[in-house]
């Protein structure tokens, strides 16, 4: 929840165990419903949603444009150059002024201050589509990804090799309220913001940071990979290719997990960098049932935040 009571999607466990798998279980009956052929659902009709991206996007941007259409209502693209928050205008006077066209704003932005400001000076609910901070909406389609392929969420060991990033931040908030075994395998200097590891500790999260990556895959459910250099670090990318040597997910390390391990990926993929294009080939593959589910976690989280 929010100011005012408006309900908003920035970080996973700003909701508890109960509505995310509630959010989860909608996810997987919405799905069901439109996959059957199924075109009478409409709760969005006569919505619009504002979706602001300052970085580039495919999965995001088309699942929720699609999702919301698909469920009634109309979504409206502003890419980098039309608002340009921050710049043109201030993120303050950009959130009132969406609130009054708007029933829900989207954002895609570099500085997290800035979508917690969306949701501070906005009266509409604001859902997270990528900080440099974090990535909610990713990890909930994950989830409903390992819970479609596994049967159960709960005691899954995850094993995450690359940065400590963005992706890990939602995947350690994520750990904090549905019990699953997080592990982060990074470089030393990569590892994720110490200030979230010691949040979700102190909620009770099962988690482990660490640097050997051969030796953390062991007894994994599921590896999972992500860029080395997110966006924004681009520049960065030939001194991460160095310090990131042993971290590639090849098919040594999918031995090692064992042959009931899963492979995931946010995408995009940077094939043979961070992960092989055998691994991403490889039958244990799951990332394109995964980007799939974005939109079906979306449309969910989308209903909650509407509170329809
Ligand atoms: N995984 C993901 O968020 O992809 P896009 O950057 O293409 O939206
Ligand atoms: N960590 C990546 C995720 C892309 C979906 C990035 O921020 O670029």
């Given at each position: ?25 909608r996810a ?109 909406c990713q ?167 509407v509170g329809?």
């Amino acid at each position: 929840g929010g100011q005012d009571g408006v309900r908003h999607f920035l970080h996973i466990d700003d909701y508890d165990n109960k509505t995310i798998m509630k959010i989860l279980e909608r996810a997987r009956e919405v799905k069901a419903k439109l996959k059957s052929g199924d075109k009478s659902f409409k709760p969005f009709a006569g919505k619009t949603m504002a979706m602001i991206f300052t970085k580039p996007s495919m999965r995001t941007r088309v699942s929720f444009e699609t999702g919301f259409h698909l469920l009634g209502g109309h979504a409206i693209y502003l890419g980098p150059d039309d608002i340009q928050l921050g710049k043109r205008e201030e993120t303050r006077d950009i959130a009132r002024v969406l609130s009054g066209y708007n029933d829900v704003v989207m954002a895609r932005l570099f500085a997290h201050k800035d979508l917690l400001d969306l949701a501070k000076y906005g009266s509409v609910p604001v859902i997270n589509g990528l900080t440099d901070y974090n990535h909610p909406c990713q990890i909930m389609a994950d989830a409903l990804t390992i819970i479609e392929h596994k049967g159960y969420i709960d005691n899954v060991k995850v094993v995450y090799v690359g940065d400590g990033n963005n992706v890990v931040h939602s995947w350690l908030r994520f750990a904090a309220v549905v019990p699953i075994h997080f592990v982060c395998a990074c470089p030393r200097g990569f590892e994720p913001d110490a200030a979230t590891v010691e949040l979700v500790r102190s909620k009770g999260a099962k988690i482990d940071i660490v640097n050997d990556p051969m030796e953390a895959v062991k007894g994994a459910d599921v590896v999972y990979s992500d860029v080395w250099a997110s966006m924004g670090q681009k520049e960065e990318a030939a001194l991460r290719m160095q310090r990131f040597q042993g971290f590639q997910v090849n098919e040594k390390m999918m031995e090692q997990a064992g042959p009931d391990a899963f492979f995931m990926h946010c995408l995009p993929a940077e094939r043979g960098v961070e992960v092989t294009d055998g691994v991403i080939e490889a039958p244990n593959s799951i990332v394109f049932p995964q980007a799939e589910n974005r939109m079906h976690a979306q449309n969910a989280v989308m209903l909650h935040v509407v509170g329809e």
